[in-house]
């Protein structure tokens, strides 16, 4: 079973979004940094978007039946939707919430998170790194618990 890199909105629009926030990588950059970084520490690793809520709940409920381990940057919905939370909290494998930005730094209604409770940890402000270094976490856990 691949581990899950799962986008939120606006996050396929990487590399002509906001380019002085977010980077000038692209979305299919991303993509291929993670199925590199998978690779690299033996994990399958499958990357998705999308700017539909009820979809990442969809795949957030099958990563919960599938014991899958996630990495998540729920954009926007980070900040706004207690649902993508609570599908986070069905979660039995590791999953790490990524930012590219350093969300503390920036507006105040980017300061909380409604995921980082139920998060294993944290990765913000790395930019598009952020989403290796948390594969390359997950690949060492093997079996941990949240
Ligand atoms: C983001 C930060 C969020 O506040 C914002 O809504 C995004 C991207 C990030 O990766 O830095 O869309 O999650």
């Not at 890199?5 to 299919?28: D, I, K």
């Amino acid at each position: 079973r691949p581990v899950l890199v799962l986008n939120g909105p606006n996050l396929g629009r990487l590399g002509t979004r906001e380019p002085a926030v977010y980077g000038s990588t692209t979305y299919a950059d991303l993509v291929d940094l993670c199925e590199r970084t998978g690779k690299e520490v033996g994990l399958a690793v499958e990357v998705r978007q999308t700017d539909h809520e009820g979809e990442l709940l969809g795949w957030l409920h099958a990563a919960a039946d599938a014991a899958t381990p996630v990495v998540l940057n729920a954009a926007a919905w980070t900040h706004t939707s207690v649902a993508v939370r609570d599908a986070c909290s069905q979660l039995t494998a590791p999953l790490v919430e990524v930012h590219i930005s350093n969300v503390h730094a920036r507006e105040e209604f980017r300061h909380h998170s409604y995921i980082s409770a139920v998060a294993s940890g944290v990765i913000v402000g790395l930019g598009v790194d952020g989403y290796a270094l948390a594969l390359r976490w997950i690949a060492r856990q093997d079996g941990l618990a949240r």
